[in-house]
């Protein structure tokens, strides 16, 4: 174990450097040589050449044809964990307020994906992006929700009545808006999903809020209470995101229940 961790800190010694990763970001696009890489990165031949050698050493970059250097499977590898870093450092503290525990492993370990996302900060302007990602939709909403906030369920209704598939996930005590039941049996909520238009399920807790539909979606972190924080939200277009949120989704859809009442 010690010898492993020993291991681990070269590594990260050898990545401890704007210029080495800028190196290896360079080589991942193309393979350059000595004089390329010091043009553009504005720096002298020798202060490359030195980082090339410490790179080389640790297989993070090889010399290829023509006196050319390329990044390695291995250094492609470890450039890839550079957006979770990245995603990380950016949001210290937004993570020193907040508790992704929660949330397994398997997804935790992927949280890079969020280097492309927009921090949206306030209850006003979460509720907003919520109700566009509800609008937006044209093929299916997909969401994880622990609470219903007022205003939200027509858009939505109106989209399901235009075709729009919905698979809804929400949690057992599903916190409601007064007279919700009968908003929704005025929309016609209970008749969709009589119809088959909306699918239900149900799970015990739910502490981080998803909300997605074909080409958006939004993702809404715990508190260190557990509890969902609707005064962040993190959104993106971005298809390694929107793959990581149905990913999510999923993997709560299956372990949820299926519920057949006719009321939430």
């Known amino acids: 174990m010690v010898e492993d961790f020993q291991k681990i800190a070269s590594y990260f010694l050898d990545l401890a450097s704007e210029q080495r990763l800028q190196i290896m970001s360079n080589l991942s696009v193309k393979p350059s040589g000595v004089t390329q890489l010091a043009t553009k ?3 002298t031949a020798q202060e490359i050449h030195r980082n090339l050698s410490r790179l080389s050493k640790s297989n993070l970059v090889q010399k290829g044809l023509e006196e050319k250097y390329e990044i390695t499977t291995q250094g492609k590898i470890m450039l890839s964990q550079i957006p979770l870093i990245k995603f990380l450092s950016r949001n210290q503290e937004f993570f020193e307020n907040h508790n992704l525990q929660p949330i397994p492993s398997k997804f935790t370990k992927r949280l890079g994906v969020l280097g492309s996302t927009t921090h949206i900060r306030g209850v006003t302007k979460v509720l907003e992006k919520w109700g566009s990602i509800y609008k937006n939709a044209e093929n299916y909403v997909y969401d994880i929700i622990s609470e219903s906030p007022p205003g939200l369920i027509q858009p939505l ?6 075709g729009t598939e919905y698979k809804h996930i929400i949690s057992n005590n599903l916190l409601e808006p007064e007279n919700r039941e009968k908003t929704l ?15 239900r399920r149900i799970t015990k807790t739910i502490h981080t809020i998803v909300l997605l539909n074909e080409k958006e979606a939004g ?15 993190f959104y993106s277009t971005n298809p390694a995101f929107h793959e990581w949120c149905v990913d999510y989704f999923d993997f709560i859809w299956k372990k ?7 009321s939430s």
């Open 41 to 43: 990165l504005d720096v």
């Open 157 to 162: 209704i109106e989209r399901i009545k235009d």
């Open 185 to 199: 049996q005025k929309s016609g909520y209970y008749k969709l999903i009589q119809d088959g238009h909306i699918q």
């Open 219 to 233: 993702v809404i972190f715990p508190s260190v209470t557990n509890e969902p924080d609707l005064k962040h939200m």
């Open 256 to 262: 949820s229940k299926v519920l057949r009442r006719t």
